[in-house]
């Protein structure tokens, strides 16, 4: 008997380390090299159930339908606090959106009225036109108020949620995670880079020119 519940309880403790392991792997990211743009996340399609917005660390969390974190991405929301905290849920989506101030949001996912999960903004309705230096802001607050990515982070998001996936808005700076990948930042010096995203795959895109 004693045996009996000795076996079961190293079951027990092995299944639970299975789940820990697993757990950390999920925003422990696999690394990919892409030409010229160094590492990126290996984006995988996974469904998501719900994403996060954490205005106090600036990050986007994105969870499975189980609640385990799938990706961790740096954003930059509301520059004056003016993301608006609570629980809402995606609805409209665009590829190419047309924004306040006359420029222009790639991925763009509608969450709360005039709040959008979305790419880095561009001047013109081209992607060697990005605003490069919100791009560097990337990680701190810089927004009117929407949640901006970077744009393989935007795609991502877009890509993989439906119209009604819950997004929690809070502003909670003991909930953080490692991110999937470094920020990477933009040579605002080099005229032919800065108007492209580093990490749109995009041929056309001088990080992905072959050397």
Known sequence: ??????????????????????????????????????ILTSLIPSPVGSITINTATEQVIAYDRLGTPLQVFACSTGKYGNTVVGTFKTSNYYDWHLMNGNCYSRYAVRFNQHELMHSVPYYRHSPD?????????????????????????????YENTTPGTVVNVVKDPDLVYPLSRPIIKIDETNAATRGWDPTDTDPRSPYNQTQ
């Open 1 to 38: 008997m004693t045996d009996k519940i000795i076996r079961c309880f190293l079951r027990t403790a092995v299944a639970s380390s299975l789940v820990v392991i697993m757990s950390l792997r999920s925003v422990s990211a696999a690394v990919v090299e892409v030409p010229g743009a160094g």
């Open 129 to 157: 036109s990005l605003e490069y230096r919100q791009y560097n802001k990337l990680g701190t607050p810089a927004s009117m108020g929407c949640c901006r990515l970077a744009l393989a982070d935007a795609k991502w998001i």
